[in-house]
């Protein structure tokens, strides 16, 4: 095998690996959200709200994550937390100021 042949065989185990613990992750955070989804359930939210709130829930933390991880940064996680989580709010009160109320079923 030549240098070349090497070289691109490494890169392709890299990527390959790299792949399988983004896959990993993907799975970890899609339990972890149906585990949420199912304890909402229990609690007493509609199946579809459960959806939306776990989900919602997810994307907080993950928006929160990724800032806090900033190597520039050195700010808590609670303060990103609190940013992400503020931003939906702010959404959701722009849209029900222009008349959209979500439905009430």
């Given at each position: 095998?030549?240098?070349l042949?090497?070289?691109?065989?490494?890169?392709?185990?890299?990527?390959?690996?790299?792949l399988?613990?983004?896959?990993?992750?993907?799975?970890?955070?899609?339990?972890?959200?149906?585990?949420?989804?199912?304890?909402?359930?229990?609690r007493?939210?509609d199946?579809?709200?459960?959806?939306?709130?776990?989900?919602?829930?997810?994307?907080?933390?993950q928006?929160?994550?990724?800032?806090?991880?900033q190597?520039?940064?050195?700010?808590?996680?609670?303060?990103?937390?609190?940013?992400?989580?503020?931003?939906?709010?702010?959404?959701a009160?722009?849209?029900?100021?222009?008349g959209?109320v979500?439905?009430?079923?």
């Amino acid at each position: 095998m030549g240098e070349l042949e090497k070289v691109e065989a490494s890169s392709l185990l890299q990527r390959t690996r790299g792949l399988a613990v983004l896959e990993g992750v993907l799975r970890k955070r899609a339990e972890l959200t149906d585990a949420i989804v199912g304890a909402l359930y229990e609690r007493g939210l509609d199946l579809e709200t459960a959806l939306l709130t776990a989900g919602t829930g997810m994307l907080v933390e993950q928006t929160a994550v990724q800032g806090w991880t900033q190597p520039a940064e050195s700010r808590p996680l609670r303060d990103f937390l609190s940013d992400a989580l503020r931003s939906p709010r702010m959404i959701a009160a722009r849209t029900t100021d222009r008349g959209v109320v979500p439905s009430e079923t």
